[in-house]
């Protein structure tokens, strides 16, 4: 019987904090399959201060809370074999309030086809 190879899917989303903020999200973003690896990239945040990274599921369960991610840098998790199903919200959550608009980009690959 025939069987599709694995499919690896890389899933950019822009979470902004808007000014004097200390928290950012992205809601009702669908993501099907297990998540292998998460790559954070975020400008230099005010005071230099580092991001955490939430994921919910659709009823406002956690699925994945990251370590620190460095300001002004890219933090990437591997090893990962988490499975996510539906819609989900992820939230970055800064260490202390920003002075300006700021965005930064989590990029997901999720293994799909499995």
Do not use: E, W
């Amino acid at each position: 019987m025939y069987q599709s190879k694995p499919t690896r899917l890389k899933v950019p989303i822009t979470i902004a904090f808007a000014t004097h903020t200390t928290v950012a999200s992205a809601t009702l973003v669908p993501i099907n399959g297990i998540l292998k690896q998460i790559a954070v990239k975020c400008p230099a945040m005010t005071a230099g201060v580092n991001t955490v990274l939430t994921i919910l599921d659709d009823d406002g369960d956690t699925l994945y809370t990251s370590g620190n991610n460095a300001s002004a840098a890219t933090t990437v998790t591997t090893s990962l074999a988490t499975a996510l199903v539906g819609k989900h919200t992820l939230t970055l959550t800064a260490a202390g309030a920003q002075d300006a608009d700021k965005a930064c980009v989590v990029k997901l690959y999720v293994a799909t086809n499995l």
